[in-house]
């Protein structure tokens, strides 16, 4: 049985930085695609980043890329979100997922089939 479990969220202020950890159990990470997504109140969930196999290449959704950085230890099987100069409009609730999914679908939350139960991020002052 498949294990998702996300950590690090909590109230900040705009500007600040978090970092939100994940672990999976169950599977071998090094063979997934490892993502984040996030859903705001009243939207629909929305890509975050990918963490690609097996080595960890990033992609990124243009509205946190270069204030982002997704990573991954394929060893202790946790992924990563280094979140730099947040924003309001980044509080939301934000998911861990694995999949196989091809390179051209990775930004597809319908893709991933392990999901985490999600950790709240709020960015206020």
């Known amino acids: 049985q498949v294990e998702v479990a996300e950590s690090g969220g909590g109230l900040v202020q705009p500007g600040d930085s978090l970092r939100l950890s994940c672990v999976v159990s169950?599977?071998?990470?090094?063979?997934?695609?490892m993502a984040w997504f996030r859903q705001a109140p009243g939207k629909e969930r929305e890509f975050v980043a990918v963490?690609?196999?097996?080595?960890?290449?990033?992609f990124y959704a243009d509205s946190v890329k270069d204030r982002f950085t997704v990573s991954r230890d394929n060893a202790k099987r946790m992924l990563y979100l280094e979140m730099k100069n947040l924003e309001a409009e980044d509080t939301a609730v934000y998911f861990c997922?694995?999949?196989?999914?091809?390179?051209?679908?990775?930004?597809?939350?319908?893709?991933?089939?392990?999901w985490g139960q999600g950790t709240q991020v709020t960015v206020s002052s």
């Open positions: 997922a694995s999949g196989t999914p091809a390179i051209s679908a990775i930004r597809r939350s319908d893709m991933y089939r392990a």
């Open positions: 169950g599977l071998n990470v090094i063979n997934y695609h």
């Open positions: 963490s690609v196999r097996p080595g960890g290449r990033g």
